[in-house]
């Protein structure tokens, strides 16, 4: 396993990038973010920012939030193919926001 990298996404740098490799992402403008602000929102739009302007030395990469606990060890996905895997939140939709960002959103599970 590689390293860890947290992804900030409000834009400004604050006081634990000195504990931990921050990659600090941009908030998506308000011009997208027509409604109430909502901090979730930015989570896909800071990874994209990751994914097209870091070195990312690993072939794969896990995204998981803070409060996530890990009961078992985590199964290889990427033994199958290809195809990323997503936890279907009731809130998240991994396929709209693959569709958007996959290379082939019609394999997402």
Request: aromatic share 12%.
């Amino acid at each position: 396993m590689g390293g860890f990298t947290r992804l900030l996404h409000s834009g400004q740098p604050d006081d634990l990038m000195d504990e931990v490799p921050t990659y600090v992402a941009q908030p998506l403008p308000e011009s997208v973010v027509a409604h109430e602000y909502y901090p979730v929102l930015n989570r896909p739009y800071a990874l994209l920012q990751w994914v097209q302007q870091a070195n990312i030395p690993e072939e794969y990469v896990l995204m998981s939030e803070p409060d996530h606990i890990f009961l078992q060890p985590i199964p290889n996905f990427m033994q199958r193919d290809d195809r990323p895997a997503a936890f279907p939140f009731f809130y998240i939709e991994p396929h709209k926001v693959c569709s958007m960002y996959c290379a082939v959103p019609a394999v997402v599970d």
